[in-house]
Nanobody
Framework: QVQLVESGGGLVQVGGSLRLSCAAS????????MGWFRQAPGKERDFVAA????????YYADSVRGRFAISRDNAKSTVYLQMNSLKLEDTAVYYCAASRPQDYYPITWYATGGHYDDWGQGTQVTVSS
């Protein structure tokens, strides 16, 4: 099991930026695909971005592509989500997730929350006008 702790959320104005971090501990983090999801009040949890363990493949939801960037530092067991040009509709609780160590699914497979084993507690991002 991997323990995940998100940080970096907060209140930001439309057009602003935030950088979320997710620190992992526990079993090996290196070979896990990492993902970010978000859930707005009254809505289902949605996929945001994913990155494989080799850092050579990323995948984004259409709604954030070109504005958000996922990255990871395996030496620090940390994954990041750089969020730029934030919009009101980006307001949500953001969760990071870790898959079990595996290396044979395409990155698009990880757009499904059920394909992750471990989840963080979430960090609130609020975008105001």
């Amino acid at each position: 099991q991997v323990q995940l702790v998100e940080s970096g959320g907060g209140l930001v104005q439309v057009g602003g930026s935030l950088r979320l971090s997710c620190a992992a501990s526990g079993r090996t983090f290196t070979r896990s695909t990492m993902g970010w999801f978000r859930q707005a009040p009254g809505k289902e949890r949605d996929f945001v971005a994913a990155i494989n363990w080799r850092r050579d493949s990323t995948y984004y939801a259409d709604s954030v592509r070109g504005r958000f960037a996922i990255s990871r530092d395996n030496a620090k067991s940390t994954v990041y989500l750089q969020m730029n040009s934030l919009k009101l509709e980006d307001t949500a609780v953001y969760y990071c997730a870790a898959s079990r160590p595996q290396d044979y699914y395409p990155i698009t497979w990880y757009a499904t929350g059920g394909h992750y084993d471990d989840w963080g507690q979430g960090t609130q991002v609020t975008v105001s006008s």
